[in-house]
Structures are given as C-alpha cells and as structure tokens.
C-alpha cells in the first residue's frame, strides 16, 4: 500500500511539473512571436548570404575552359594568322568565330576583312565599336547574320548611313542598337533617323503599341532600344513624337520599362559583347606599351648632344678604328686574287717570270 502512495505522488507531481512549464511555454510563445519570426528571418537570411559568398568563391576560383585556353593562344598570335584567316576560318564552329571576332576588336585589328572571315549566320549580337569596319562590311555580315538583334557600331568612322541602311534592310529581328561616341558616328546616327523611323502601311491604326510586323512597310521594324548617350534635343523630340516605340538610352531598373524587361544589350556601361570573353585571359588583348621615362630638369642640360649627334659620332669612331682592318682585307684579296689569275692564265705566268729574270739581270750588273 505504501509503495502504491508513493507511486501515486510521484505521478500527481511530475503532471502538476508538466502542467507549470506548458503554461510557461504558452506565457513566453505569447509574449514573444514576433522575437520568434524574426529570428527565422535574419537565419534564412544569413543563410542565403553564405550560400551567395559561397557560390561566388566556386565562379572566382573555377579555372578556365580549355576551349578558352586555346582561344587565348590563337588571340595572342592572331596577327600572324591574320592574312589566312579566311582560309582557316572556314572550318571554326559558330562558338570559335564570334570571341575571335571580339578579341579582334580589343586588338584594334577588327577590319572588313577579319568580320567577313568570321561572319556565322547564327550570331545574334554583333560589336563592331571602336573598329576599322566599314559600309561594305557591315553590308556583308547583315547579309549572312540575318538574325542579329543587338548591334554597336558606336565610334566606328567608316559607318555611313548607307551601312544602316543595310543592316535595317537585311536584319529584321534588330532590337537594340548603339551608335554615336564619336564625331563622325554623332554625324551618321543623326542621318539615320529617317532610316530607323517607321514607315507605316497602314495609317489608320489607333497606337503604335497595336501593330504588327506585317503593318510596318519600311524602317527599323523591330527596333525598340536605340543607345545614343549624346544624343540632340532635337533628335529626342523627334523620336519621341514619330516613333515612341524606340525607346533611347533606358535606365536600369527593377520593374523593367513600362512592364517590359530591359535587355542587358542595352545597357551602355558594358560592352556588347563582354559576355563572349569573360572566361578568357584579359592579357590576350592586352598590349604592353613601354612609357618613356621622363628626363628630370636638373639632369639635362642645353650643351648635352642629341641623340642623332651621338649615332653619328659613335659611327665615325668605329669607322675611324676599323679602316686599318679593311685596307688590310683589301690588299690580302687583291693579293688573292692576283695568284688565282696566274695560275689560271699562262700569260701571267709567262710575265711573272719574266720580271724575276730581269730583276736577277739588274742585281748582278
């Protein structure tokens, strides 16, 4: 009966133990749910950073393709294949070309020739910026990359409008277009606004953002992103009355453009096509220039000699200290040459004895 009590007790008090620390737990979830929520909250959230830090570290550590590698080597000698480019290109795939291409342009080396080599009708962005490229090159890779949607033909002098003119004509998926950056690129992208407006086939429709491909005749038919960071006040105005669904030179933004979603090729702070290269050696197209040192003041003097005069004299020395060696070279040859006549010709031979007998004649008289 005794054992009986006393299990019963301990039961009785373990449930009043159970009973007190719910009600406490209950008290303290009460009190603090919000401490609760936001601990769940900064946990996640620190989490997620790690994880972010952690994914970066794996991209900055990952070593290059070997595809890459062998694209850097090629771009540091593509001077010297440059001439047979367009016999060697022919059998690079589509994914070789287009990085040659823009290596080719970082090494200021990018010319009609070299695009039109390396042109694959597959390629959607073209970045000609800052190349020697002219009207017939851009003519001819519109021709075969007729899919193109971004292009940058930003300070390039030798673009006309005639060169818009084809690539409008030729390439009816363009998207996004930069242009301007220099004087003569500021001039071409003025003359080309009549070429990338519009023509409307139909002009009854109630707004711009209602028609069709098929309703636009002529012009830029799918041009909406036009980056032309200098452009005019009056080129905007007019952009913006005649065509409105050209946007210039958007801003980024998290909510996109009225609902649509900016492109990155849009974007002037990035190059075009910085995106084909990111996993190849900057040092491929970089181009070591030695800076002369500068000459301090105090170090220089007026009577110091150029160093034309100082060539000069150091060659009129080394002249002066070997002129004994040639005489000397001189006469062995002549020498040389005179014993090869003898015993060559019997003529010479006869004379030669001759002038040893008379010579003997005089020494005995």
Do not use: Y
């Amino acid at each position: 009966m005794e054992k009986g009590k006393s299990a019963r007790k301990a039961v009785e008090i373990s449930l009043k133990k159970l009973d007190l620390n719910a009600d406490r737990n209950f008290k303290s979830s009460r009190l603090i749910p919000s401490l609760h929520s936001s601990s769940i909250l900064l946990f996640s959230s620190a989490f997620f950073l790690l994880n972010f830090d952690a994914k970066l570290r794996i991209e900055k550590t990952k070593p290059p393709s070997l595809v890459s590698l062998c694209l850097g080597v090629i771009g540091r000698h593509l001077e010297e294949i440059i001439e047979d480019l367009s016999e060697i290109a022919v059998n690079f795939p589509a994914d070789i070309k287009i990085p040659l291409a823009a290596i080719a342009r970082r090494r200021k080396l990018l010319n009609d020739d070299v695009i039109v080599s390396l042109a694959d009708s597959s390629w959607e962005i073209l970045d000609l910026s800052g190349s020697d490229v002219s009207n017939f090159g851009l003519a001819k890779v519109a021709e075969m990359c007729k899919s193109l949607r971004a292009v940058d033909i930003s300070q390039c002098k030798k673009i006309t409008a005639n060169g818009v003119s084809e690539l409008v004509r030729h390439c009816h998926s363009l998207e996004t277009m930069r242009c301007g950056g220099c004087p003569s690129s500021e001039s071409t992208a003025r003359r080309c606004l009549g070429i990338l407006k519009p023509k409307l086939n139909d002009v009854e429709g109630d707004s711009w953002e209602e028609l069709d491909t098929m309703e636009i005749g002529h012009g830029a038919q799918s041009l909406r992103w036009l980056v032309w960071p200098k452009i005019d006040q009056d080129s905007l105005e007019m952009l913006s009355a005649e065509c409105p669904r050209i946007i210039v030179n958007p801003k980024p933004s998290l909510f996109g453009f009225k609902g649509t979603e900016v492109p990155r090729e849009a974007f002037p702070d990035v190059a075009l096509d910085d995106p084909i290269v990111e996993d190849i050696d900057p040092k491929t197209w970089s181009i070591c220039r030695l800076m002369p040192k500068a000459m301090s003041p105090s170090l220089s003097s007026a009577n110091e000699l150029s160093i034309a005069e100082k060539f000069r004299l150091a060659f009129v020395e080394r002249d002066t200290r070997l002129a004994p060696k040639r005489a000397k070279n001189a006469r062995q040859h002549q020498r040389r040459a005179e014993r090869e006549w003898m015993m060559t010709s019997t003529r010479a031979k006869a004379l030669a004895l001759a002038s040893k007998a008379t010579k003997s004649l005089h020494g005995r008289s």
